[in-house]
């Protein structure tokens, strides 16, 4: 992701670059892991609320939900090869929801994790879904409750990620982390991933996503993007 002034913040082109990204190594024999991480300082900082905050039209936030963002998530959990999300930085909303869903989660001690889509009158729907097979339940419902964010060592001890490194080892600990995956048949690891992600695809996806767009068509999104862009605090 190389939005770095903007904390690589999710604009509409950057989650259909990402699909993008993620169905061609899908689809290439010669490909057997995808890295996702985020150019400078932070990983990624979520959606881009000056884009796509506040909907004018309920077709609008449906087009954006069922064209763009459900597409998008639905290629990441169909994808048969080995996720390695690499958090250098601050991981917050969908960016949060994006490393929790990978499969492997390496973090510099810089990192920080916020299921954060509350403040500003959206919701983390992939946490739901994703978090009670990783993490602890009751941290996992406090972070989107509150929004506040966790640093690296706390997200080791919830389950959250797989290894903290300091920042300047991060890649090399991903590649090493991905040479380790070496010794294990790709077949295997996709019929795991299948297994694993069969249940998130069929049974739950749908419900997000809906419950997603019941967030973003509600007065307090509007409140919440329009506080976030005028850095206020939003009072719902």
Request: proline share 5%; charged share 20%.
């Amino acid at each position: 992701m190389e939005r770095p002034a903007i904390l690589n913040a999710l604009s509409k082109a950057m989650f259909r670059g990402l699909k993008n990204a993620i169905a061609i190594a899908s689809d290439d024999p010669h490909v057997r892991y995808v890295a996702i991480t985020g150019a400078g300082t932070g990983f990624s900082a979520g959606l881009d609320i000056k884009e796509v905050g506040g909907f004018q039209t309920l077709d609008s936030a449906r087009s954006f939900v069922y064209s763009l963002v459900r597409p998008f998530w639905r290629q990441f959990f169909d994808c048969d090869k080995p996720i390695v999300a690499l958090v250098n930085g601050p991981a917050y909303g969908a960016g949060a929801e994006m490393a929790l869903a990978s499969d492997i989660v390496i973090a510099s001690r810089e990192a920080t994790f916020a299921f954060s889509g509350g403040r500003v009158g959206a919701l983390c729907c992939i946490s739901g879904i994703v978090g009670p097979l990783l993490m602890q339940g009751r941290k996992l419902v406090e972070m989107n409750l509150t929004g506040h964010p966790v640093t690296a060592t706390e997200a080791l001890r919830l389950g959250l990620v797989n290894y903290v490194t300091p920042g300047d080892r991060l890649r090399r600990t991903g590649e090493e982390t991905i040479r380790s995956m070496d010794g294990v048949s790709p077949i295997s690891n996709s019929s795991f991933k299948r297994i694993r992600n069969d249940f998130i695809t069929n049974r739950l996806l749908d419900k997000a996503h809906l419950e997603l767009l019941r967030a973003i068509t509600s007065p307090d999104f509007r409140k919440g993007s329009q506080a976030f862009l005028a850095k206020t605090t939003p009072v719902f």
